[in-house]
């Protein structure tokens, strides 16, 4: 399987949104990264449940959205209707995750968990296998642009090793200064789908660029 490709909307232009929407519809990713942030868990205030449902109707793409807020657990049924596919929640923010993850699955959504990059992979020993993704940041989490963390490589062979280990199905995801070198080395360590924001809507030919990170693993 190739590498899933997760074009970040926070880069996208706002004011020609569904142009930008159309642009990833006519490439070859697959999923659509939404960036949910709510000025508490992250210092920066992003979109909310109405952009994500005009989002939806415009998107022929799975919509893989990700809470950077509080209790993300009062939040499941809103963006199931939204049109989230898969709803991912940190754990640094959930109390009871197992229980959110669940809650998750039993509204048809794929059940993701993000980690912030001093959270180690050890902390998911006990429920890998409830999870769908697991979406590792190689930056901060809060905004857009950021230098990669280069710890994230290690960090992903340390998740591919736990995930092999104990036979589960969930995919690796990695959000965070992702370009074409730093994606060949995440997905050389078992990445399974790469977020990439900057990369892809500030260069010349945004489609051209999702191509080649399709083009890592080959």
């Known amino acids: 399987m190739s590498v899933i490709v997760s074009p970040s909307l926070l880069s996208a232009d706002f004011l020609n949104l569904g142009k930008d929407v159309e642009m990833v519809n006519r490439s070859e990713a697959e999923w659509v990264h939404?960036?949910?942030?709510d000025g508490v868990f992250v210092p920066n205030i992003s979109y909310g449940l109405p952009v994500v449902a005009q989002i939806k109707?415009?998107?022929?793409k799975l919509l893989d959205v990700h809470l950077m807020i509080v209790q993300p657990e009062r939040y499941i049924e809103d963006f199931r209707k939204a049109g989230a596919d898969i709803l991912t929640v940190h754990i640094e923010a959930s109390t009871h995750l197992h229980r959110t993850l669940q809650q998750i699955k039993a509204a048809g959504m794929k059940a993701g968990v993000a980690l912030n990059p001093h959270t180690p992979v050890n902390q998911l020993e006990e429920i890998i296998r409830d999870i769908d993704v697991v979406l590792l940041m190689s930056v901060n989490p809060g905004f857009g642009g950021q230098s990669f963390i280069e710890?994230?490589?290690?960090?992903?062979?340390?998740l591919r090793k736990l995930i092999?280990?104990?036979?589960s199905q969930t995919l690796i995801e990695i959000d965070g200064g992702v370009n074409y070198e730093t994606g060949r080395r995440l997905v050389e360590a078992g990445a399974d789908a790469l977020v990439a924001g900057s990369f892809v809507f500030k260069s010349q030919d945004p489609e051209e660029i999702i191509h080649g990170l399709k083009e890592l693993d080959a």
């Open 151 to 158: 710890q994230a490589v290690e960090k992903t062979a340390k």
């Open 34 to 37: 939404l960036d949910i942030m």
């Open 164 to 167: 092999n280990e104990t036979g």
């Open 57 to 60: 109707k415009a998107s022929r």
